[in-house]
């Protein structure tokens, strides 16, 4: 299965930019690298996903080094809404989607 | 669109009962499947399907079956409940166009056995 390792949790201050990252050292050439927000008692839900290089959009930034062997996951000026699981997966190249535990995000006021 | 919805949204069963968690999704999506996520934990594939007819295992399939008989629907049965699968389910559809793969959530069925 295709696994990525995140850090288990990260605490932040509202107003701060939080970066999280991910490390997928096998990451294979058709692989994508997908990021998910999951609040309490919902599913998850798509935030951003990146080939290479930089991708951003309305909720946060993807940072991929040419190596492709780590993701950065960025939120510009988090707020406390923003207090979430975040997971990092590799998709693409796999039937299956495997979500490892994630980085709980908690934003302190 | 309605995305993807689930019955029930709660659910307790005794032990050695059976039942069926529905999954439903509006989106024409080929790749549909199911996860548990215990709490605390991530989520867990149980069944997938990447098309009508087509089914596989995920990491924790033991106790669960599935069938795949149209686009729309992905039904996941337990066939003997256990206090072990306790635990909430989430179907998803995944969306693979234009090269961006996004997964579509179902919001949740909350499932207790005891």
């Known amino acids: 299965l295709a696994k990525t390792t995140q850090p288990i949790s990260m605490d932040s201050y509202e107003g701060q930019e939080v970066n999280i990252t991910c490390s997928h050292n096998n990451i294979a050439t058709n692989d994508y690298i997908t990021w998910y927000q999951q609040f309490p008692s919902q599913g998850p839900r798509f935030i951003i996903q990146?080939?290479?290089t930089k991708v951003t959009n309305e909720v946060a930034s993807l940072f991929i080094p040419a190596d492709r062997k780590s993701s950065t996951l960025s939120l510009p000026r988090v707020s406390l809404s923003d207090t979430a699981v975040y997971y990092c997966?590799?998709?693409?190249?796999?039937?299956?989607?495997?979500f490892g535990s994630g980085t709980q995000l908690t934003v302190l006021p | 669109n309605a995305g993807v919805t689930q019955t029930p949204k709660f659910q307790v069963l005794k032990t050695g009962q059976s039942m069926t968690l529905q999954c439903a999704q509006d989106m024409n999506h080929e790749y549909m499947s199911w996860y548990r996520q215990d709490p605390g934990m991530g989520l867990r594939l149980i069944h997938y399907s990447v098309g009508a007819g087509i089914t596989d295992q995920g990491e924790v399939p033991n106790g669960y079956n599935v069938s795949r008989s149209t686009t729309e629907d992905f039904p996941l049965r337990l066939l003997s409940a256990a206090p072990s699968q306790t635990s909430v389910y989430f179907c998803?559809?995944?969306?693979?166009?234009?090269?961006?793969?996004?997964?579509?959530f179902g919001p949740g069925t909350r499932l207790l056995v005891l």
């Open positions: 997966l590799r998709t693409g190249s796999a039937r299956q989607l495997t």
């Open positions: 998803a559809s995944r969306d693979s166009g234009q090269g961006v793969e996004t997964q579509y």
């Open positions: 990146g080939y290479k």
